[in-house]
Nanobody
């Protein structure tokens, strides 16, 4: 069994910052990819940022320069630092990890950015 626990969502005014955290536990030997996705109301879930075990990162164009993903391979955690938040960043944010043969998702955490 693998569990993901997310924390750090909330409400913030435009221009503010939030930090999301995700901790994975359970039967984990190695995690290929750890990432954050988001789903706004009425829209499809989209990739926000991802980080490989080797340290490579990727970001959606809409968050480049504002968001930073970081992972701790020893602790099986992945964080998303979100700065200069915009109302269009409002969404439910999901943590996802990719293990050999299976992906796991967190329960989601709401981020609301008011103008």
């Amino acid at each position: 069994q693998v569990q993901l626990v997310e924390s750090g969502g909330g409400r913030v005014q435009a221009g503010g910052s939030l930090r999301l955290s995700c901790a994975a536990s359970g039967s984990i030997f190695s995690i290929n990819l750890m990432g954050w996705y988001r789903q706004a109301l009425g829209k499809q879930r989209e990739l926000v940022a991802a980080a490989t075990s080797g340290g490579s990162t990727a970001y959606a164009d809409s968050v480049k320069g504002r968001f930073t993903i970081s992972r701790d391979n020893a602790k099986n955690t992945v964080d998303l630092q979100m700065n200069s938040l915009k109302p269009e960043d409002t969404a439910v944010y999901y943590c996802k990890i990719q293990l050999p043969g299976h992906d796991y998702w967190g329960q989601g955490t709401q981020v609301t950015v008011s103008s």
